[in-house]
């Protein structure tokens, strides 16, 4: 990763929060909101991660970023592979593997699982389309794809793969309707 794309990342995530490019209102946001603060340390431990000369950073990076995993219930690993915009909008009990992949511009709210299934049909890690809000406490594991533009409600279990703009609810997840995401996604770069 280079420095180039780190900005681009953290810019993304904090349109997300903000819905504007000021420099004050990312600051207010590093404040104040503890999802913004929380992902852009883990873009800078990825960063610093990638980077022989600036490795030796990376201990000192790593204790903040650990500090805030511990204060506000995130499970998410630097090493995560997840595209900008992750908005994270309530904190407390997100578990995300390390070996997920997630897109560009999704929600993950509070109690969602995004984990490995190391047995059966669908042995694996799910990948997480773009513009995918995830709702509280939703449980998505086993190597599934969840749809560009999909919603998983609130609770749901999803162990199969989710289509383009789906809306999934119950447990086991079922598609009821292909809204999809329209609504609960805001603020995105290139779209106001």
Not at 105 to 127: F, K, M
């Amino acid at each position: 990763m280079r420095y180039a794309e780190l900005r681009e990342l953290i810019n993304a995530d904090a349109y997300r929060y903000t819905g504007n490019d000021r420099l004050t209102s990312k600051l207010a946001q590093f404040i104040v909101s503890p999802g913004f603060r929380f992902s852009w340390w883990m873009r800078v431990c990825a960063y610093l991660y990638e980077h022989t000369v600036w490795r030796i950073f990376l201990p000192l990076a790593w204790l903040v970023y650990h500090r805030l995993q511990i204060k506000f219930g995130y499970g998410i690993s630097y090493k995560s592979e997840i595209g900008g915009g992750l908005y994270l909008p309530h904190y407390g009990g997100i578990n995300v593997s390390e070996v997920a992949r997630i897109g560009t511009n999704c929600n993950l709210s509070q109690l969602v699982t995004i984990g490995v299934s190391r047995r059966g049909e669908h042995a694996g890690v799910p990948i997480i389309g773009d513009e995918v809000y995830i709702g509280p406490g939703a449980v998505i594991f086993g190597a599934i794809t969840v749809g560009d533009h999909a919603a998983v409600g609130a609770n749901c279990v999803v162990t199969k793969d989710v289509p383009e703009s789906a809306v999934m609810a119950g447990v086991p997840g079922k598609v009821i309707s292909y809204e999809g995401s329209a609504g609960y996604i805001h603020n995105t770069l290139g779209r106001a």
